[in-house]
Nanobody
Framework: QVQLVESGGGLVQPGGSLRLSCAAS????????MGWYRQAPGKQRELVAS???????NYADSAKGRFTISRDNAKNMLYLQMNSLKPEDTAVYYC????????????????WGQGTQVTVSS
């Protein structure tokens, strides 16, 4: 129902900043809860930040105070502003969209982008 494409990753020095973008195509973008996940080599995929259609945000402890998630519903865009980057932030970052319906039963569908590499190194 929705296609997601991430961009904005790259190589940055510790203490630097990056802004990731996720472009969504399809209808009803406003109804989706959106999030950013990341996966480092040898580790589980973890939630970095999420934002609901109403603007409520949630951050992993490792991200709070440094990262900001936002969305522009008019443009079908999701963003992650990353400041004060650390080497441990190095990972592939994935855009996620989730939507829940309740008829005939409760059901949540998840959609994923292809990922974008973020590398924090001197």
């Amino acid at each position: 129902q929705v296609q997601l494409v991430e961009s904005g990753g790259g190589l940055v020095q510790p203490g630097g900043s990056l802004r990731l973008s996720c472009a969504a195509s399809g209808s009803n973008f406003r109804a989706y809860t959106m999030g950013w996940y990341r996966q480092a080599p040898g580790k589980q995929r973890e939630l970095v930040a999420s934002i609901t259609s109403g603007g409520n945000t949630n951050y992993a402890d490792s991200a709070k105070g440094r990262f900001t998630i936002s969305r522009d519903n008019a443009k079908n865009m999701l963003y992650l502003q990353m400041n004060s980057l650390k080497p441990e932030d190095t990972a592939v970052y994935y855009c996620n969209g989730a939507i829940t319906t309740f008829q005939p039963i409760r059901r949540t569908d998840n959609y994923w982008g292809q990922g974008t590499q973020v590398t924090v190194s001197s």
